[in-house]
């Protein structure tokens, strides 16, 4: 299971970070990705972590403002966001990626489980 939170409004250059918990399985083995969606649109992938924690990658309309990191201990990974404009706004998902599948982490297809969702809105 995964469950995220820290979702809300927040005003356009604000931050915001989300949590996404997890359970039933370990971060030690499985890699998270973070997806958003927004109104009309298709997901996107926003950020991934592989599960060493050793890489992690950035949708280009991201970098240098959203950051990921995970806390094994508490089975938990983030992603702060940072000078938040409101094309941002999505509802944010975190996705448990699959084992021994490849392709991209950007790709739908090779997360397996999904959370429900938090809503992020950047507007004035």
């Known amino acids: 299971q995964l469950v995220e939170s820290g979702g809300g409004l927040v005003q356009p250059g ?4 989300l949590s996404c918990v997890v359970s039933g399985f370990t971060l030690d083995y499985y890699s998270i990705g973070w997806f958003r969606q927004a109104p009309g649109k298709e997901r996107e992938g926003v ?7 050793g890489y992690t990658d950035y949708a280009d309309s991201v970098k240098g403002r959203f950051a990921i990191s995970k806390d094994n201990a508490k089975n938990t990974t983030y992603l702060q ?11 944010y998902y975190c996705a448990r ?3 021994n599948i490849g392709g991209r982490w950007s790709t739908s297809n ?5 959370g429900q969702g938090t809503q992020v809105t950047v507007s004035s």
Do not use: C, H
């Open 14 to 17: 604000g931050s915001l970070r």
């Open 47 to 53: 950020s991934y972590i592989s599960r060493s924690g």
């Open 81 to 91: 966001m940072n000078s938040l404009k409101p094309e941002d706004t999505a509802i």
């Open 97 to 99: 990626r699959q084992l």
């Open 110 to 114: 090779v997360y397996d489980y999904w």
